[in-house]
Nanobody, 124 residues
Framework: QVQLVESGGGLVQAGGSLRLSCAASGRTFTVYAMGWFRQAPGKEREFVAAISWSGGSTNYADSVKGRFTISKDNAKNTAYLQMNTLKPEDTAVYYC?????????????????WGQGTQVTVSS
């Protein structure tokens, strides 16, 4: 099994920045790619960003392109999501996810491992 633990969420004003971290443990050699999803109250969980194992391929939702950056440190088994120029509509619980499929995938059903989530609140 693989365990994913997110950290770095919090309350920030609009225009501010946060960096989320996702630490993986367990059978991490089975994880080929990582992703971030988010879920706002009353809404479906939606794709935010994904990165391949090598880091050579990334994928972003249109709503965060140019503001968010996903990265990973394989030596530390950790993925990151740098979020800049935050907007109130970015408020959500952010989930880290891992998949044994290669490539930077955006489908929620393509991920097998999930963290518990971390709350991000952006005030206007």
């Amino acid at each position: 099994q693989v365990q994913l633990v997110e950290s770095g969420g919090g309350l920030v004003q609009a225009g501010g920045s946060l960096r989320l971290s996702c630490a993986a443990s367990g059978r991490t050699f089975t994880v080929y790619a990582m992703g971030w999803f988010r879920q706002a109250p009353g809404k479906e969980r939606e794709f935010v960003a994904a990165i391949s194992w090598s880091g050579g391929s990334t994928n972003y939702a249109d709503s965060v392109k140019g503001r968010f950056t996903i990265s990973k440190d394989n030596a530390k088994n950790t993925a990151y999501l740098q979020m800049n120029t935050l907007k109130p509509e970015d408020t959500a619980v952010y989930y880290c996810a891992g998949t044994y499929y290669p490539g930077s995938r955006s489908g929620r059903n393509e991920y097998q491992y999930w963290g518990q989530g971390t709350q991000v609140t952006v005030s206007s």
